[in-house]
Nanobody, 122 residues
Framework: QVQLVESGGGLVQAGGSLRLSCAAS????????MGWFRQTPGKEREFVAA????????YYADSVKGRFTISRDNAKNTVYLQMNSLKPEDTAVYYC???????????????WGQGTQVTVSS
């Protein structure tokens, strides 16, 4: 069992930056691939970024590639999402997830956090 808690969301102006953190409970964090997803009201949750267990491989949605960076610190049981050059369309609730495969597919993830709100003003 893994519990995930996101933090770092907030209100930022377009062009600004935020860093989201996701802290995981348990001693098996390094055995999970991690992902970030986001959701806006009335829309399906969408993939943002994913990282392999070791951190050696990272994957991004085309909409965030070059602006967002996913990373992890297995010693701290934490995964991060550095978000730069933010746009109003990045406004969403951001969720972190843990699973067996670094994937853009939600069904590959077994555990989910409660989400953190990111709002980008124009």
């Amino acid at each position: 069992q893994v519990q995930l808690v996101e933090s770092g969301g907030g209100l930022v102006q377009a062009g600004g930056s935020l860093r989201l953190s996701c802290a995981a409970s348990g001693r098996t964090f390094s055995s999970y691939a991690m992902g970030w997803f986001r959701q806006t009201p009335g829309k399906e949750r969408e993939f943002v970024a994913a990282i392999r267990r070791s951190g050696a491989g990272t994957y991004y949605a085309d909409s965030v590639k070059g602006r967002f960076t996913i990373s992890r610190d297995n010693a701290k049981n934490t995964v991060y999402l550095q978000m730069n050059s933010l746009k109003p369309e990045d406004t969403a609730v951001y969720y972190c997830a843990a699973g067996g495969t670094a994937s853009f597919r939600e069904y590959n993830y077994d555990y989910w956090g409660q989400g953190t709100q990111v709002t980008v003003s124009s």
